[in-house]
């Protein structure tokens, strides 16, 4: 995270560590405009806040993080292309235009700045993923559904 600060220093952005620094969640205090994340279990808490989320370890073949949390907020997301993990559910987002993917890095910046500067599209994709994810609820009940009446039926039906 350091060439982030610094990088993060050098737009004259106000920014901290979540592990390091607790203050901005305090009333009267200023917000950073870029908080570093760097704990466990906390993202859900702060995706309505943020303007975009990138999912991790989805540049370099890790596999990507989960990020339902992130589309369930109405969070616009951006996820790399290593999406093993959640290789499905990400087509799926992905061909909905409830996400976007990106190549790579260069791809990712490109991208970032775009949906910066254009408040619009931003609400435009939290919108479409969050109603991409409510289109999902329910899969599970479904499928027990139709396989409890699979089963249940006489042989041959």
Do not use: C
Request: hydrophobic share 35%; proline share 3%.
């Amino acid at each position: 995270t350091r060439s982030l600060r610094e990088a993060t220093s050098r737009r004259g952005l106000r920014h901290t560590a979540r592990s390091e620094d607790t203050r901005w969640r305090e009333i009267g205090t200023e917000e950073p405009e870029v908080i570093f994340l760097d704990t466990t279990g906390e993202l859900k808490f702060l995706y309505t806040k943020a303007d975009l989320a990138f999912v991790g370890k989805s540049l370099r073949s890790r596999g990507g993080q989960n990020f339902l949390e992130s589309v369930r907020a109405g969070t616009p997301t951006l996820l790399g292309p290593n999406m093993q993990n959640f290789g499905v559910i990400s087509r799926d987002f992905v061909k909905a235009g409830g996400v976007v993917q990106v190549a790579d890095e260069a791809e990712l910046n490109l991208t970032v700045e775009a949906l910066l500067r254009d408040p619009t599209r931003r609400q435009q994709l939290g919108k479409k993923g969050r109603e991409v994810f409510q289109g999902g609820l329910g899969a599970a009940r479904r499928t027990a559904k139709i396989l409890a009446d699979s089963l249940a039926a006489p042989d041959g039906q």
